[in-house]
C-alpha cells in the first residue's frame, strides 16, 4: 500500500504565500516524478507542477516565476512554495507521484493521489 498525505493548504489573501507539503510512505522503492495538479469548482484538473528524480521540473505557465517545487528524496516528500498567489489560484491541490513499488520489476511505475487540500485566495 501506499499513501500521499497533504499538509499546508488553507486561507491566504492576495499577495499572500503558502507551502504545501506531500510525504509518500508505503512500499515505495522508487519515485519517478512528484508534482501537484489542481482543480477549482467548475473546472478540469490542471498540472500545476512536477519534478522528476533527476530534478527536472515542469510548471504550468500560469505559475511560473511564482510557484517553485521542490523534493526531498531521502523523505519522499514533495512541497510546493506558492508565492504572490492569486484569487484565480484558488483551488484544490493535490499531490501526485508515479511510484516504483518492486525493485524486480522497476519499469513498472504506478500513479498515486493525494486526498487534496483546499487553498483559497481571498481577501
Known amino acids: 500500500q501506499v499513501q500521499l498525505v497533504e499538509s499546508g493548504g488553507g486561507l491566504v489573501q492576495p499577495g499572500g504565500s503558502l507551502r504545501l507539503s506531500c510525504a509518500a510512505s508505503?512500499?515505495?522503492?522508487?519515485?519517478?516524478?512528484m508534482g501537484w495538479y489542481r482543480q477549482a469548482p467548475g473546472k478540469q484538473r490542471e498540472l500545476v507542477a512536477t519534478?522528476?528524480?533527476?530534478?527536472?521540473?515542469k510548471y504550468a505557465e500560469s505559475v511560473k516565476g511564482r510557484f517553485t517545487i521542490s523534493r526531498d528524496s531521502t523523505k519522499n516528500t514533495v512541497y510546493l512554495q506558492m508565492n504572490s498567489l492569486k484569487p484565480e489560484d484558488t483551488a484544490v491541490y493535490y499531490c501526485y507521484a508515479e511510484i516504483v513499488r518492486d525493485k524486480f520489476r522497476a519499469n513498472v511505475a504506478y500513479a498515486y493521489w493525494g486526498q487534496g487540500t483546499q487553498v483559497t485566495v481571498s481577501s
Open positions: 519534478i522528476t528524480s533527476g530534478g527536472t521540473t
Open positions: 508505503g512500499t515505495i522503492f522508487s519515485i519517478n516524478v
